[in-house]
């Protein structure tokens, strides 16, 4: 049995990502943020908690980069996708034209734009906490006027009418989250992994970033996913959540993370664990393991005077 | 006289750094959000808009950065910069212990979280359209149980009272806003300009931006700003948003975004202006204007057999 | 009615190569060095000189290097290549073992020196200033034990008998010979040419090759050749020879070369010509010359309001 | 005691450079040329061999540098540097408008050009295999209008007498030698050590030598020399040897020596040794052997689930 936290309330899409993930007798406890779910992670309460990171439309989130990259230490060991389709929902079916008041989390409002000025282009949007909290406070509300964007389960959850059904803007939408836990044991290198990276630079250092990607380029190793943050103290002072190709135990990946942590400021490790679409790394034979072992079995053979 | 959009309602800091600017007989009005703002210039109900664009603490206003880059197109004349200090106000001077509920806008709730961690651990955080809307809902509310989160003008506007001031986490907290208009004539360069630039690259194409920053470096075009946005279409499919040192009147940053535009899918144009801190590019005299003309004329000369 | 010098005397390698270019009505007059056949054309003696610069074995021919990059500007119009087969010949037929002089040139005995080392042993190596120098020497000595190695033409030239043939230690070997003139009209473009430099760098400059290395990369300009050459002065200051595919009135050409004035100490042109292998350069499309027109109407377009 | 071989005859610069190695008691063997005297190493004859490796105004030994590279393995343990002045010399004192024959190496010549065109213009030039074999020709010639070009000391050992001094166009000129042993134990680092390699690419790898330059400049190794050479099989098929600052054992010279035999065909140890000059590395700290160790021991950590 494994305790999960999770971006809560229930209701919400990392609801929805946790069940794909879970076993009968594992228990999951919605807390109100992300940064509460970490923490029930930091503090014991659970062993793992499941938090989105990326979304295909409106792009990361934020306080889940943050939080991994400044917070008390965690790391990744797992990580999901789930389609994102979005859903209008009030207490009874009623016109649209009648709805003029649209609550949802501003992550959803950015993915439903479109539907919005097309057809509730007079209505007023509310922003709420997330898209389960929208669905809750329609049904607590009085007016029939109201609707809550969220995901189909809020409705059933909620005792709502579904008004409009797939209202996203792009067809494809689809969130990725990640399993975190305590630092401790690794997941197994299985062939086709992802490791996340905090890069920190010293401040006005322009050509920082190059030298970070020509350090990783010249291993082979490839990033899926690149992320500036600002460091909270002036502008133009960022920090980087990287994704690359590979597993910390692959020579490569190892050998680049050594020379960054060389070269930058700091850098934090954020987890080694499978990509949840199986793709495998693309990097050549020059810097395969076989070839990073011979090559230090010669450098070590030349100072020890038995090769050359 | 001039009339300006922006980011809105009335009582927001956009608003105060709009103030720096006008002039007495110039007109700002106004919008719900940085779409509208923006759409007013597009359709020419105003000259020009103010939105942010950048916080020192929080990063980026995403929906600024997808607007100039994907909308339709419109360029940046001007920034200004405005420090953030936030104040909390309630109806009525109560003890911090009786706020049940805290309204803000999240990207002022990011800023202000140790404080509330601190001072109102029990109190809800609701979120709102903007700091300034929180301040009117909590002016029409009726419970003296509730407090906004906002800029010292909202306040004064609302007829609040203020509980706490300077509670922001970061001193020093810095807002960048830009002044937008329709594509026309540029801001004649100053020694101390800035050049915006959407730079889009293929799906799948791993090595880009180390090619992108290669292209920039050995110009000597330095970058202030780089912030990757997701493209709407999949997971990984990225297009940058950047800022250069210098102007595109100068030699070497139209040569970089010839260079940009050669090797990447399309890149946009989003201005070059002066910069609010008024630093100087820090680039070498081997790419100064004086070297690019003298360097060309070289090798025109030597296409007529006139040089070696 | 076009004059020559080139590399003599006659019956050397040069000359063959020469009169597979000459026409019939051409002059064709040898000179006793590179340093005297390229005088001859800077003199206006002859309208062309053609010398040896490369020879697959042996390396580059320093004094043509030297001359083209530091001597009073000339330039490539055209280059051959030759099949160089050598010959031991004497003044009559005689056993190798009584060989007990082997006179030749430096470079000659540099690709023969495994036949020399099993056939001729206990032979005295004797340098000449050249080939034919040998074959002459040999055919005006007095003794019957010495013999030269030479191009098979110089058997014949100064009446001797052929020992061996084809004994150069690499089949294949090959030299590439470069037609000179006084600048002028640059040769047109055909599609399959190279365009040779003189890039000097300034001293203690540890990472000024790869700045070069990269300008040319950036523009998708390969280079087929590079050499250093001392400058002359202290050990550890070098300039650099290089053969780059393409030619200069190719857009991407002319712009390498003018990043190299803008970022070297000097830039010599060397000229653009037809390569002899015919071989095209293999840059890809983002660089081709209407890639280079495109992203340059845009930049100027952007400058002047008329496009983002 | 030590046995070497050098480069003779007796009365050469390499004997010159020699003596200012050995001990009293050393043995010095002159061999006829660069292949016979390493041969002797090769062969167990000698414990060392000096041969000169780089002239700074000449360039290249280019012999000296393919033995190294191609030939049956050896190790450079040591570097010494000579100033070079050349000496005119002849039989008996004589105008030197009566000289009608110069003889001398082709390397001397080349050092000498513009004193023999000023002072010597109508003498023929006679290439010989040595300097010293220069003055054994001219002492033993019956003719007094000949001269030879050589070291100051091979007046004294030929008797012949000096006609002019110091005749060198380039004040300054230095030639640099190489001591040569089998491998085996390698000289301790001393602080301001070079290592010297040889690096073999791929044919028809256009950008191999940028590759190779940018490995080396991310771990800070600088290079002090850099030459091309012909693999012996087709035009534009070469190698490289190269000189780095530091020793194998420092960390970033081991690391910049794997990665290069991980792109490379081959990689050939020539040695590494210290500097004549004594010049330090000019390494930043970033690249120390502390840093390297505490980067790679961060990352042992991270894969032992230990640190983050």
Redesign the interface.
């Known amino acids: 049995m494994i305790r999960y936290s999770y971006l809560g309330p229930a209701g919400t899409f990392t609801q929805a990502a946790l069940i794909q993930i879970m076993k009968d007798d594992d228990i999951a406890i919605p807390y109100a943020n992300v940064t509460a779910a970490l923490n029930a992670v930091r503090m014991g309460e659970v062993e793992s908690a499941l938090v989105p990171i990326?979304?295909?439309?409106?792009?990361v989130v934020?306080?889940t980069l943050d939080e991994l990259a400044i917070g008390e230490?965690l790391?990744i060991v797992a990580e999901t996708?789930l389609p994102v389709t979005f859903v209008l929902m009030a207490k009874e079916i009623v016109d649209l034209a009648k709805i003029t008041r649209v609550l949802t989390h501003?992550h959803a409002e950015?993915q439903c734009?479109e539907f919005i000025a097309a057809s509730l282009p007079h209505a007023e949007?509310?922003?709420?906490?997330s898209t389960a909290a929208a669905a809750a406070e329609v049904a607590a509300s009085k007016s029939s006027s109201d609707a809550a964007i969220a995901a189909s389960v809020a409705a059933q959850n909620y005792g709502l009418k579904v008004l409009a059904d797939e209202i996203g803007?792009?067809d494809?939408a689809?969130t990725?989250f990640v399993m975190v836990s305590k630092?401790?044991?690794?997941p197994e290198p299985t062939g086709h992994d992802r490791t996340s990276l905090a890069v920190f630079i010293g401040a006005d250092h322009?050509?920082a970033?190059?030298?970070i990607?020509?350090?990783l380029?010249?291993r082979g190793v490839?990033?899926?996913?690149?992320?500036?943050?600002?460091t909270?103290?002036?502008?133009?002072?960022y920090h980087f959540v990287m994704d690359a190709e590979g597993h910390?135990?692959d020579a490569r990946v190892?050998?680049a993370?050594?020379?960054l942590?060389?070269?930058c400021e700091d850098v934090?490790?954020?987890g080694s664990y499978p990509r949840a679409d199986l793709v495998a790394p693309?990097s050549h034979s020059?810097?395969s393991d076989l070839?990073?072992h011979?090559?230090?079995d010669?450098?070590e053979a030349?100072?020890h005077?038995?090769?050359?």
Not at 54 to 59: A, L, M, P
Not at 222 to 230: A, D, G, K, V, Y
Not at 305 to 308: I, L
């Open positions: 990326e979304n295909s439309v409106e792009g934020a306080r230490p790391v996708t501003p950015a734009r949007v509310i922003f709420t906490s803007d792009h494809g689809v990725r630092p401790g044991v690794l322009a050509g970033l190059l030298e990607l020509t350090e380029a010249v490839n990033l899926t996913f690149i992320q500036s943050r600002p909270g103290l002036e502008l133009g002072h910390v135990m190892g050998d993370m050594s020379a942590k060389r070269i934090r490790f954020l693309t020059a810097t070839n990073y011979t090559s230090s010669w450098v030349v100072r005077g038995s090769a050359s």
